[in-house]
């Protein structure tokens, strides 16, 4: 299986399926800003790397107008984003992948991704190439999933999950979506609901937060999440220590890692030296 063409293709899909896109006031960068304690958008040139349909690139595009922003991704959701960002002029999209970006060396003054590095075959090339294309003193801000180590609840279901991935990732995306539309509620019901009224009482919120999925807002909002979780031909995980090794060695400094509220997965970000 050529695994850079299954991951352009499932994801593809799932940017695609809807044959308009509405402009969104608030996306993952506004989740990240919440968490990091310095502005994200800087200096003259940004990037959105894996920018999926384009929501955040078009955020910090809109709010950014005087900043031009590179925006990337391994699907045709490029195709999106070039419809929800056609009337920004400061934006520029190209269809690549996070390992091999067209890019020349030392030109952005800062790089953001959300959720695409753990989806390729090798993290840290993918981490070395962002660090190529950032200028010295460059920050780069990741969304990473994280291994659940310390949640035997989360750790059990992840490793689940990876199991039937392998039988998944091979049905048509269509199929796939269908199936992930259907187990929604199901999910819903045995984790997201109960994780709900759990939240509300001091003595088990604790426990409702290692419950898994216990994000869900309503019986369908988990289609696309497992979807995503079940069509990726690649998921990697990390630790915390893994994330921060992984930046040691790509040559970053001043890396800091924390987590979005009510969210799994680390954010991180630090600056090339």
Not at 40 to 46: L, P, S, T
Request: hydrophobic content about 40%; some cysteine; overall charge positive.
């Amino acid at each position: 299986m050529d695994i850079i063409k299954k991951t352009a293709d499932v994801y593809g899909f799932l940017w695609g399926r809807g044959k308009n896109i509405i402009p969104a006031n608030e996306w993952h960068f506004n989740k990240m800003k919440e968490v990091i304690n310095e502005p994200i958008v800087r200096g003259k040139i940004g990037i959105d790397i894996g920018s999926g349909c384009g929501y955040d690139t078009y955020i910090m595009a809109k709010n950014n107008p005087y900043v031009k922003i590179t925006s990337i991704d391994i699907s045709d959701g490029v195709y999106k984003t070039r419809e929800l960002t056609s009337e920004l002029e400061n934006v520029w999209i190209s269809k690549c992948s996070i390992l091999n970006m067209p890019l020349k060396n030392n030109i952005f003054d800062f790089a953001y991704s959300f959720g695409a590095l753990h989806h390729t075959a090798d993290p840290k090339k993918g981490l070395l190439e962002i660090s190529r294309i950032l200028k010295k003193n460059s920050p780069a801000f990741l969304y990473l999933y994280e291994s659940h180590l310390e949640n035997f609840i989360k750790y059990i279901a992840v490793g689940i999950i990876a199991k039937l991935r392998g039988i998944t990732v091979k049905l048509p995306p269509k199929i796939l979506y269908a199936l992930s539309w259907v187990l929604s509620p199901f999910v819903y019901i045995v984790f997201s609901f109960p994780a709900k009224i759990l939240k509300k009482f001091n003595a088990t919120k604790n426990f409702a937060d290692k419950l898994p999925f216990n994000f869900g807002m309503g019986p369908f909002y988990l289609s696309a999440d497992l979807y995503d979780r079940f069509s990726a031909p690649v998921e990697r995980r990390f630790s915390r220590q893994e994330v921060y090794d992984m930046f040691i060695e790509c040559g970053f400094f001043r890396i800091n890692i924390t987590k979005i509220n009510n969210t799994a997965g680390w954010v991180a970000w630090g600056y090339k030296k």
